[in-house]
């Protein structure tokens, strides 16, 4: 009973706390700042500095550098061993978030994990993010008693060098009882078991996420994943495997394919001999046109789906809409392993212009300005504080935080989109790494994106897609050239992907690019086909590795070390094309 009253928590409460909040996030930001550095000022790592106990934004700015991951590593590496477990915050680091990130891995690194410290204060943020957000959504989309059907996976854990538990950040987020706490509260239990969500092999999680969702079908209320590639890869299974789901719904019975005994013993519990249920599935199914409206069949009572379907996931949502039907997609928060920004507190607004609105207690945030006039000559413009970024410009994001990060350069480039209160409402635009550059040009993800996105179109005619793509720079050949991987979901013509090919070439629009491909400095783009799986088959290398499949995002660019993509893509490429386009 005790516990029952803890769980619950008032949604009005906590938008009227985010509101006060937000009315003065330029005093709450100096408050934070100032709480994060007496917390920590006598850390090795601040002590460095010469902050000498000062805690206002200005002797921070003067004195504290700005850093990447790569300055942090040897400190990081140091608590991971056991070695100096408060050089970075004055209570010691237990946990390590193993960030599997790939497109914010780059060169050599590629293929190995980076560390990024975890502590109670992230696990606390990440709670308050997570309430925030929903207390806006359940305004506008209340939800009744239910259950989530979340594809949410752990990945394998394991302990350092000095012992300290190591996985991906949502794993740690999913393992610490808060996680669970939260969902009751939310409404929201995962309709999965744990043994299902911390299962050693994914597939088989996936084929049990699957399995326990019609099992609830009526209770469902949300569908979701923390980023929705994730809901897309688990509906495309299920066009491949729901006759065998539908077979262990009539007989009560577990595929034979699901091996792993706890697995086996949880789903037991859950599973009778249900031939009507198995009847209503098949029949719901059978009533589909190319499986449009999929999620709002199979869970009658749902309201919406959510998940993080802004940058790099925008290109799953053509996909999601379809499998959604008449479901709103509800853009989920920002954030990332080195702690939380912010949440989204306008969930009507939809996934391609979704806004997140900072948090200013969670963190200490400082925006550098990306003008080009005011990063002339290589040089960096002065980073500026929270309440003085101005509505439509882009900056790149720094984050100073609790778990140990001090003007920490996170690699994005949001843009203000306006202000809630007193705190900005950020779009995100893209990593700030370009992806795709040979010479003078210069391409973003986003750019990568858009030309697909372009080059795509052409194939609706056909009712083809691109299932999925990434890309790679090719100095083999004198001049390089750009190489773009496509998976399709059927077998177009020849001319067809001739066309598309110097679509892709026409639509990369950067200045640098036009004129490189006009003298020749750059060569013609080539489209390459990929084999149907083959972007399976890289999930599969990067989830044998440790990656997690709940964090997982298609590498937009392999880089020349990452071999063992590098192969997949090459073994699995079946035609090739060199645009005409110039
Ligand atoms: P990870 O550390 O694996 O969780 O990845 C974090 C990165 O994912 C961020 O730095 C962003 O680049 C991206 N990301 C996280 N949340 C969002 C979001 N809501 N919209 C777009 N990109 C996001």
Known sequence: MLEKMDDRFDPEAVIEEFESLSRDAGRVQRETLQKILDENGETEYLQGWGLNGRTD????????????????????????????????????????????????????TQGKPKFVPFNDELMESTM???????????????IGNGKALQFIYSSKQFKTKGGLAAGTATTNVYRNAQFKKTM?????????????????????????????????????QVVSSTFAHSIVHAFRTFEQIWEELVTDIREGTLSSCITVPPIRAAMAKLLEPDPELADTVYSKISGLSNWYGL?????????????????????????????????????????????????????KLTPEVATFAVLPNIGYFEFIPLREDLNRQGQEAKPVGLTDVKTGEEYEILVTNFAGLYRYRLGDVVKVKGFHNSTPELQFICRRNLLLTINIDKNTEKDLQLAVEAAAQLL???????????????????????????????????????????????????????????????????LRILRKGTFHKILDHYVGLGAAVSQF??????????????????????????????
């Open 57 to 108: 934004p200005d002797s921070f700015n003067d004195c504290v550098p700005i850093v990447s991951h790569s300055d942090l590593e040897p400190y990081i590496q140091r608590i991971a061993d056991g070695n100096s477990p408060c050089c970075l915050t004055g209570k010691p680091i237990t946990t390590i978030s193993l960030r599997w990130s790939l497109h914010k891995l780059s060169g050599t």
């Open 128 to 142: 308050q993010i997570y309430k925030t957000s929903f207390a806006y959504r359940n305004r506008e989309y209340p």
């Open 184 to 220: 009751r509260a939310m409404q929201t239990p995962c309709c999965s078991p744990d043994e299902v969500i911390f299962g050693p092999d994914f597939h088989q999680s996936l084929y049990c996420h699957l399995l326990c969702g019609l099992i609830f079908r009526d209770e469902v």
């Open 295 to 347: 999620i709002q069949e199979l869970f009658p009572s749902t309201k919406y789906i959510y998940g993080i379907m802004t940058g790099s996931m925008e290109p799953y949502l053509k996909k999601l809409r379809h499998y959604a039907g008449e479901l709103p997609l509800l853009s989920a928060d920002y954030g990332s392993s080195e702690g939380w920004i912010g949440a989204n507190v306008n969930p």
């Open 460 to 526: 609706a005619g056909e009712k083809l897609e691109v299932v999925d793509f990434t890309s790679r720079v090719d100095l083999s050949m004198d001049p390089g050239h750009y190489v773009v991987f496509w998976e399709i979901s059927g077998d177009p013509q020849d001319e067809l992907l001739q066309e598309c090919c110097n679509c892709l070439d026409r639509s990369f629009v950067d200045a640098g690019y036009l004129s490189s491909r006009k003298v020749r400095a750059i060569g013609a783009l080539e």
């Open 553 to 582: 995002k298609t590498p937009r660019c392999v880089g020349p070390a990452n071999n063992t993509v590098l192969q997949i893509l090459s073994v699995n490429a079946s035609r090739s094309y060199f645009s005409t386009a110039y």
